[in-house]
Nanobody, 127 residues
Framework: QVQLVESGGGLAQPGGFLRLSCAAS????????MSWFRQAPGKGREWVSG????????HYSDSVKVRFTISRDNAKNTVYQQMNDLKDEDKGQYYC????????????????????WGQGTQVTVSS
């Protein structure tokens, strides 16, 4: 069955960095786009970044553009998110999600364009 397992979360200082990983199994990883979402305490889930199956295109929300980088290693069935210059507003639970096609959907912020989600990894930003 499909499994998405996130890791790499933790505590970082403002201005610091973390690298999240999402290990995928149970499907043909290199055929599907992947995205990262996050959910801050008391807020709804927010789309953060997305990457096409072949890595030719990446997409970012305005709030993380320049600071975050999504990438993937299809040989390792893993998608990453490098997060630099972390801010307090970046804190929350981060989830990876499997898209339904090879391209990041134009409706990428909608939950229903994804069919599987990981359990999440917690990111805390504090001095």
């Amino acid at each position: 069955q499909v499994q998405l397992v996130e890791s790499g979360g933790g505590l970082a200082q403002p201005g610091g960095f973390l690298r999240l990983s999402c290990a995928a199994s149970g499907f043909t990883f290199d055929s599907y786009a992947m995205s990262w979402f996050r959910q801050a305490p008391g807020k709804g889930r927010e789309w953060v970044s997305g990457i096409w199956s072949d890595s030719t295109h990446t997409h970012y929300s305005d709030s993380v553009k320049v600071r975050f980088t999504i990438s993937r290693d299809n040989a390792k069935n893993t998608v990453y998110q490098q997060m630099n210059d972390l801010k307090d507003e970046d804190k929350g639970q981060y989830y990876c999600a499997k898209g339904r096609t090879s391209e990041v959907n134009t409706n990428k912020r909608l939950d229903n364009v994804y069919d599987f989600w990981g359990q999440g990894t917690q990111v805390t930003v504090s001095s």
